[in-house]
Nanobody, 115 residues
Framework: QVQLVESGGGLVQPGGSLRLSCAAS????????MYWYRRAPGKEREFVAY???????NYGNSVKDRFTISMDNAKQTVYLQMNSLKFEDTAVYYC?????????WGQGTQVTVSS
């Protein structure tokens, strides 16, 4: 059974940093690309970051140069290091994977950027 469990969200001031984690289970983690998405209040879901097993990475334009995605295959965990956080980064952040032609989402973790 595929499961994705996010953690690490919280309240942070503008300019601060957070690191999100997504613990994966139920599939061979190292062979599937992993994604982070977010949904801000009143907005559509937005692509944040992607990483594949070959260490290829891609980022949404709004987070490029501030966020970094990484994976620890031994821990079956994908991370999202978020630096220089802005008010507009406030959202629920979701981990996503497509495994054996099925979509899997975590429950989400809230990130609030506020002074």
């Amino acid at each position: 059974q595929v499961q994705l469990v996010e953690s690490g969200g919280g309240l942070v001031q503008p300019g601060g940093s957070l690191r999100l984690s997504c613990a994966a289970s139920g599939f061979t983690f190292s062979t599937f690309p992993m994604y982070w998405y977010r949904r801000a209040p009143g907005k559509e879901r937005e692509f944040v970051a992607y990483m594949d097993s070959g260490s290829g990475r891609n980022y949404g334009n709004s987070v490029k140069d501030r966020f970094t995605i990484s994976m620890d295959n031994a821990k079956q965990t994908v991370y999202l290091q978020m630096n220089s956080l802005k008010f507009e980064d406030t959202a629920v952040y979701y981990c996503y994977a497509r495994v054996r032609n099925q979509d899997y989402w975590g429950q989400g973790t809230q990130v609030t950027v506020s002074s």
